[in-house]
T-cell receptor, first 113, second 112 residues
Framework: QKEVEQNSGPLSVPEGAIASLNCTYSDRGSQSFFWYRQYSGKSPELIMSIYSNGDKEDGRFTAQLNKASQYVSLLIRDSQPSDSATYLCAVNKVAGGYNKLIFGAGTRLAVHP | EPEVTQTPSHQVTQMGQEVILRCVPISNHLYFYWYRQILGQKVEFLVSFYNNEISEKSEIFDDQFSVERPDGSNFTLKIRSTKLEDSAMYFC??????????FGQGTRLTVV
C-alpha cells in the first residue's frame, strides 16, 4: 500500500467551477497534512496546511481532513486557468522522533476557459 | 519574505564525477531536507537533517550520497560517482519544527 495516494488525473474542470482533489494516507500516526501546488518545471509551493479534523478555508481554497477515514481533500472554488498545475498531497510522518514529509504522486488539474 | 535558495540552478556532469548541490535554508529553521524528482515522477524523500546530523533517510540515500552543514548556513548534498539515473531535479527544503516545509527552486542535475 502506498503511503500517500492520489488520483493522478488529469482532472479537467471548466473555469469558475469547483475542483475537488482527494488524498488518502496509510499511517494513522500522521499528524500534519499539506497541499502543495507544482507548476511544470518548478518547485512545490505550499498552499494549505491542516492539522485537525474538519475544514480549513483560505481564500478560494478549503482543506478538509478526516483522520478516522485517513482522508484529506482540497477544494478550489471559482477555478481559474492559472490554477492548472499538479497538486501534491503531503503527510508528515513522525519517525524516530523526527519528521519527514511524504508526498503523493500528485493530481494534475486542468482548468479550461 | 524569507526563502530557501539553491545553487546552481542547472548542473551538467559526466557519469562517475562528484557533484555538490548547495542550499541556504531559511535562517531560523531547524529541519532541513533534500528531495528528488525524476522527470515525470513523484517528489521523493531523500534525507532529513536536524541538530547537525541525519535524522531520517530513505533507501535511495545510499553510500553514494552525503549531506553536510559546513558553516551554519549552507546545507549541501554531495553525490559521489554520479550515475545516469541520478539525473533529476533536486529540491532542498526547510521547516521550523513539525510544520510546513518550504522548498527552494531546485537544481536540475543532468548526468551525461
Amino acid at each position: 500500500q502506498k503511503e500517500v495516494e492520489q488520483n493522478s488525473g488529469p482532472l479537467s474542470v471548466p473555469e469558475g467551477a469547483i475542483a475537488s482533489l482527494n488524498c488518502t494516507y496509510s499511517d494513522r500516526g500522521s499528524q500534519s497534512f499539506f497541499w502543495y501546488r507544482q507548476y511544470s518545471g518548478k518547485s512545490p509551493e505550499l498552499i494549505m496546511s491542516i492539522y485537525s479534523n474538519g475544514d480549513k478555508e483560505d481564500g478560494r481554497f478549503t482543506a478538509q481532513l478526516n483522520k478516522a477515514s485517513q482522508y484529506v481533500s482540497l477544494l478550489i472554488r471559482d477555478s481559474q486557468p492559472s490554477d492548472s498545475a499538479t497538486y501534491l498531497c503531503a503527510v508528515n510522518k513522525v519517525a524516530g522522533g523526527y519528521n519527514k514529509l511524504i508526498f503523493g504522486a500528485g493530481t494534475r488539474l486542468a482548468v479550461h476557459p | 519574505e524569507p526563502e530557501v535558495t539553491q545553487t546552481p540552478s542547472h548542473q551538467v556532469t559526466q557519469m562517475g564525477q562528484e557533484v555538490i548541490l548547495r542550499c541556504v535554508p531559511i535562517s531560523n529553521h531547524l529541519y532541513f531536507y533534500w528531495y528528488r524528482q525524476i522527470l515525470g515522477q513523484k517528489v521523493e524523500f531523500l534525507v532529513s537533517f536536524y541538530n547537525n546530523e541525519i535524522s531520517e533517510k530513505s533507501e535511495i540515500f545510499d553510500d553514494q550520497f552525503s549531506v553536510e552543514r559546513p558553516d551554519g548556513s549552507n546545507f549541501t548534498l554531495k553525490i559521489r560517482s554520479t550515475k545516469l539515473e541520478d539525473s533529476a531535479m533536486y529540491f532542498c527544503a526547510s521547516s521550523g519544527s513539525y510544520t510546513e516545509a518550504f522548498f527552494g527552486q531546485g537544481t536540475r542535475l543532468t548526468v551525461v
